[in-house]
């Protein structure tokens, strides 16, 4: 038997897969780049709604190592783990959030998934109702680019359970 550290449980669990590289040693510029990008597009957003979008994405994308991140984020910038616990299921606990945060989480799902090849007019109409033109912009971006870091933590298998809050910040 053995206890994780990470979840304060005991069990046998299965090993931790390993890496299929590490992409900040082997493409630094990228990676830097990346961290720059991520940087702007955070600019003027509330820190909780935007970890509640970071989130929603990487449940999405099935991105464990994100989620593992941004959810030791939400928690220490004050989120409940109510609130994150019905996040993938936001459309059936609509109470939990503000009409605001629906938004942003209708509009990151639009986004993330474009299984029509657009965004519809009417999930756009809904966010803009509820951002001013440049936070908007800021939310369109912040979407982006945590769907690219889910891309890169998914496909370079990141093993999720390592990351403390506020580790990554520059």
Not at 6 to 12: A, L
Not at 69 to 83: N, Y
Not at 113 to 137: M, N, Q, S, W
Request: aromatic share 8%.
């Amino acid at each position: 038997m053995t206890t994780n550290e990470n979840t304060n449980t005991t069990g046998e669990y299965v090993p931790e897969h390993t890496p299929r590289l590490v992409l900040p040693k082997l493409v630094p510029d990228f990676y830097k780049a990346m961290v720059k990008l991520d940087q702007a597009a955070n600019q003027g957003l509330d820190p909780v709604l935007l970890e509640l979008v970071k989130i929603r994405a990487s449940q999405i994308n099935h991105c464990a190592f994100c989620l593992d991140m941004h959810t030791k984020d939400a928690l220490a910038a004050g989120e409940s783990v109510e609130r994150i616990i019905q996040l993938s299921a936001w459309e059936e606990s609509k109470h939990f959030y503000t009409a605001k945060e629906i938004a942003a989480i209708e509009l990151t799902e639009a986004v993330t998934v474009l299984t029509d090849g657009f965004v519809p007019d009417e999930v756009y109409e809904r966010a803009a109702a509820h951002f001013e033109e440049t936070e908007l912009a800021q939310l369109i971006s912040a979407i982006i680019v945590i769907n690219a870091w889910n891309r890169i933590a998914v496909t370079t298998r990141g093993v999720p359970g390592h990351y403390k809050p506020g580790s990554l910040k520059g």
